[in-house]
């Protein structure tokens, strides 16, 4: 059975930093692209960062370049996602996405979700 498990969420004051993290197990995906998506209350599941098999290939959207980074672990089949210059915007559940068929796809292209983290920005 494939799981994504998530931790680091939590409350940080605008302009923190925080560091999520999602462990897969059932299965092992060094193989293929990550991602992390987020949702907001009232609003769609965005992508936010992805990343290829080796960590060679990333991809942000326009909101956070510069102030997240993506990264990956195939030994420990994790994924990373190191978020600075944290915004009230930046609030929302994140998810981790295994696996992704290119750098940037849809959230009803995904086949497996974690269970979600919760980033809460005050400002």
């Known amino acids: 059975q494939v799981q994504l498990v998530e931790s680091g969420g939590g409350l940080v004051q605008a302009g923190g930093s925080q560091t999520l993290s999602c462990v897969a197990s059932g299965r092992t995906f060094s193989r293929y692209s990550m991602a992390w998506f987020r949702q907001a209350p009232g609003k769609e599941r965005e992508l936010v960062a992805s990343?290829?098999?080796?960590?060679?290939?990333?991809y942000y959207r326009d909101s956070v370049k510069g102030r997240f980074t993506i990264s990956r672990d195939n030994a420990k089949n994790t994924v990373n996602l190191q978020m600075s210059s944290l915004k009230p915007e930046d609030t929302a559940v994140y998810y981790c996405?295994?696996?992704?068929?290119?750098?940037?796809?849809?959230?009803?292209?995904?086949?497996?979700w974690g269970k979600g983290t919760l980033v809460t920005v005050s400002s």
């Open positions: 990343i290829n098999w080796s960590g060679a290939n990333t």
């Open positions: 996405a295994a696996p992704v068929h290119s750098l940037v796809v849809a959230a009803t292209e995904v086949s497996y």
